[in-house]
């Protein structure tokens, strides 16, 4: 079963909100559509440079054609537009199958999606084979450095689309000594001398947004699920909007 191009689309879409929400170097309040250039997108997106962005798609979706049809398509970024990438996308990317497991006799599609993900999970993060329908989501989305959202979207595209996150207040603090400390040092050494103890307030900041990072954020919402059951559920109405 191959992914409807529409569907391609709201993983871009999905993914730009990701990104505007987690990296300060994608361009926030923009929007993406079928009009859209690829130069305008990788633009908007900070995106890798087109060979190695045609790399990463031809893995992520596991296309059985060459390599250098991507790259064409993302080279010549000017002229071609996202609904060319998603077109192309759309007709030779397998979506990958659900296998019905059975339970009391009855079919459960919870159960087959909840072992799909934890599968593809499994191979990318080893606590993954850990996971349980209970498990919190945002415990194993801090963990797994942004592979929980890549492997929804593959499945279920469309199903994390609201993001909110506020970094605690000793990522913040770390940012702030960091930027200023070396803005300082820089004009101390452009107009008098380099001293080691420039370093030094640098070197802290860096501590306390590395101590800051290993702790909770202030916020963090993943499209609103607490665990993963409700994820699961959230991604099988995903799929049945696709099968009606």
Same mark, same amino acid.
């Given at each position: 079963?191959?992914?409807?191009?529409?569907?391609?689309?709201?993983?871009?879409?999905?993914?730009?909100?990701?990104?505007?929400?987690?990296?300060?170097?994608? +361009?926030?309040?923009?929007s993406l559509n079928y009009e859209t250039t690829i130069l305008e997108w990788m633009d908007i997106c900070d995106l890798l440079m087109p060979t190695k962005l045609a790399k990463y798609f031809h893995k992520y979706?596991?296309?059985?054609?060459?390599?250098?049809?991507?790259?064409?398509?993302?080279?010549?970024?000017? +002229?071609?537009?996202?609904?060319?990438?998603?077109?192309?996308?759309?007709?030779?990317?397998?979506?990958?199958?659900i296998v019905s497991i059975t339970l009391l006799r009855q079919k459960c599609e919870t159960a087959s999606i909840f072992r799909r993900l934890k599968q593809n999970l499994s191979k990318q993060v080893a606590y993954a084979t850990e996971l349980k329908p209970s498990s919190k989501v945002n415990d194993f989305f801090l963990k797994s450095d942004g592979v929980l959202f890549e492997e929804v979207n593959r499945i279920a595209p469309?199903?994390?689309?609201?993001?909110?996150?506020?970094?605690?207040?000793?990522?913040?603090?770390?940012?702030?000594?960091?930027?200023?400390?070396?803005?300082?040092?820089?004009?101390?050494?452009?107009?008098?001398?380099?001293?080691?103890?420039?370093?030094?307030?640098?070197?802290?900041g860096i501590a306390l947004y590395q101590i800051g990072m290993k702790k909770e954020p202030e916020k963090l919402s993943l499209g609103g699920f607490e665990d993963f059951r409700e994820l699961i559920y959230g991604m099988k109405e995903k799929l049945e909007k696709v099968s009606t």
């Open positions: 079963m191959k992914y409807r191009k529409d569907e391609i689309l709201e993983m871009l879409i999905s993914s730009y909100k990701f990104q505007a929400e987690f990296d300060s170097g994608v +361009k926030s309040g923009m979706f596991q296309l059985n054609r060459p390599l250098a049809e991507l790259e064409c398509l993302l080279k010549n970024f000017e +002229k071609n537009t996202i609904s060319d990438f998603c077109e192309y996308i759309s007709e030779h990317a397998e979506r990958q199958k469309g199903t994390l689309s609201e993001f909110e996150y506020r970094a605690n207040k000793l990522v913040l603090t770390g940012q702030t000594v960091i930027l200023l400390s070396a803005f300082f040092a820089y004009v101390f050494w452009a107009i008098w001398f380099f001293h080691w103890l420039l370093i030094l307030p640098i070197a802290i």
